[in-house]
């Protein structure tokens, strides 16, 4: 669990501390020298860095040709830089991971909103948080690669506070769709997690 002063201090502040706790819980680390690197589909075993010095040395002698993702968010290493030589140890700080982490994430989660039409609905912020870590974890969305995209801009969508505590209640409950309710995206529905109960039964 991440600690509240850390969020607060270093988190992108377009997105609530719970959205930025759910996010690293979802598609980040505990650990802010986590470093996982995969060539293709195959997840390569690397030895743990003890120090920031080692785990960065670990990042540039894998990052040519393989996807290497590191720290607090598993930020993929080497977004805008030209040279592995580029890449130092505020990759894996973990104010400076939380902040680029966010950061990107939040820009993320406007490109899915965008492509929704931006809806401003609480209800719709399942989905969109899904379709989001979804395209973290795989670079796109749409075909289209997330982390090279432009920021559309305008809000994020939020969920209520009632609905952020309760995230994690509803998290191992069975996928299932509500009578009558039409998914967003059809293809994605199999994957969905009904949470329109949350917070209605207060």
């Known amino acids: 669990m991440l600690d509240a002063a850390l969020i607060k201090e270093c988190a992108d502040p377009s997105l609530k501390p719970a959205i930025v706790e759910q996010f690293v819980q979802a598609a980040g680390s505990e650990d802010p020298l986590a ?10 075993l690397i030895p743990k860095p003890k120090t920031p010095e080692e785990a960065i040395e670990i990042v540039r002698e894998n990052i040519g040709g393989s996807i290497v993702r590191v720290g ?6 080497g977004i805008g830089l030209k040279d592995a030589s580029e890449l130092n140890v505020d990759l894996v700080d973990p104010c400076a991971n939380l902040r680029m982490g966010t ?3 939040s820009k993320i ?9 931006n809806p401003m609905s609480e209800e719709v912020f ?4 899904d379709d989001a870590v979804h395209a973290w974890r795989t670079g796109k ?27 994690g209640k509803a998290e191992d409950d069975t996928p299932s769709e509500t009578p009558g309710e039409t998914p967003i995206k059809p293809d994605d529905a ?3 997690i009904d949470l329109t ?6």
């Not at 470093?35 to 390569?44: E, N, S």
């Not at 989660?109 to 039409?117: K, Q, T």
């Not at 399942?126 to 948080?129: K, R």
Request: hydrophobic letters at 45%.
């Open 109 to 117: 989660f406007r490109i899915v909103a965008n492509w929704y039409g």
């Open 103 to 105: 950061s990107m994430f």
């Open 190 to 192: 199999g994957i969905r």
């Open 72 to 77: 607090l968010t598993q930020i993929p290493a």
């Open 197 to 202: 109960r949350i917070g209605g039964q207060r």
């Open 126 to 129: 399942p989905q969109l948080f």
């Open 35 to 44: 470093i996982t690197v995969k060539f293709g589909d195959r997840l390569i």
């Open 141 to 167: 969305f749409e075909g289209e690669s997330v982390f090279q995209a432009e920021d559309p801009g305008g809000a994020v969508v939020q969920r209520s506070e009632v609905e952020a505590d309760d995230a």
